[in-house]
């Protein structure tokens, strides 16, 4: 087993307190998830996980398929997704 990775992603369309528990169920339901953490107010889930039973792909297509459009996080992408915001 290799040891476990992170990924974090950018989530969109989060706009109340019950959004990040959704995005939350929806990644710890796909296999090899260690541990979520999803914040509301950067627009952000990082996902611990076994790389080996699990891709990033998984993960954004789940977010996406609960109606939470995700991609991989960069500063760059956070900062556009600020700035169109403002």
């Known amino acids: 087993?290799?040891?476990?990775d992170t990924f974090v992603m950018s989530v969109s369309?989060?706009?109340?307190?019950?959004c990040p528990g959704r995005v939350d169920?929806?990644?710890?339901?796909?296999?090899?998830v260690f541990a979520v953490d999803v914040n509301l107010a950067t627009e952000t889930a990082q996902v611990t996980y076994a790389?080996?039973?699990?891709?990033r792909a998984?993960?954004?297509?789940?977010?996406?398929t609960a109606g939470y459009p995700a991609q991989e996080?960069?500063?760059d992408s956070h900062g556009q997704v600020q700035a169109h915001k403002q």
């Open 13 to 18: 369309n989060m706009s109340c307190a019950s």
């Open 1 to 4: 087993m290799r040891a476990p």
């Open 73 to 75: 996080h960069s500063e």
């Open 51 to 55: 790389p080996d039973q699990a891709s």
């Open 25 to 32: 169920k929806a990644l710890r339901q796909l296999p090899g």
């Open 58 to 64: 998984d993960f954004l297509g789940a977010t996406t």
